[in-house]
């Protein structure tokens, strides 16, 4: 049970953080100097991580085990990163943004995993896919 719970926990409490920071980003910086400060302590922070939890690894053989997707999720999360701060920046609110995105996001990757991965759309997916719908409608009128 708490393997899949504190994933979830880690990702709703960076979520939290990661919109606090984006909204609270300054108005006159250049969203790119931001995020060039913003990935290079994910990198320093991120060496550091594996030098402690990875002991009598090498980061060149382990760096050598990636493949593209490291490279385009390093061009998708700059696209993640841009795309918030310049919501916020264009006046949405911090309470409609995120699930506006969400909702949209879930809704595609039903469609994403039936397409790409053979994953079966069920009917309760199509129910809540008219629920979000039309909560998408309540949130942003």
């Known amino acids: 049970m708490w ?6 926990l880690i990702i709703v409490f ?3 953080l990661y ?19 913003t990935y290079l302590v994910a990198a320093v922070v991120s060496f550091a991580i594996f030098f ?7 980061i060149l053989s382990e760096l050598g085990k990636t493949n593209w997707t490291a490279l385009v999720l390093g061009i998708v999360i700059i696209g993640l990163e841009l795309g918030y701060i310049v919501a916020y920046r264009n006046g949405w609110a911090m309470n409609t943004v995120s699930v506006t995105a969400n909702i949209t996001l879930a809704v595609a990757l039903i469609f994403v995993s039936a397409l790409f991965y053979k994953e079966s759309i069920t009917i309760r997916q ?7 719908a039309g ?7």
């Open 14 to 16: 960076s979520n939290i």
């Open 52 to 58: 402690i939890s990875s002991k009598g690894k090498s």
């Open 135 to 141: 909560g998408l409608v309540l949130i942003n009128i």
């Open 3 to 8: 393997s899949m719970l504190y994933p979830v």
């Open 126 to 132: 199509v129910a809540g896919i008219v629920l979000c």
């Open 19 to 37: 919109n606090i920071c984006t909204k609270s980003t300054p108005n006159e910086v250049n969203a790119f100097a931001t995020l060039s400060i």
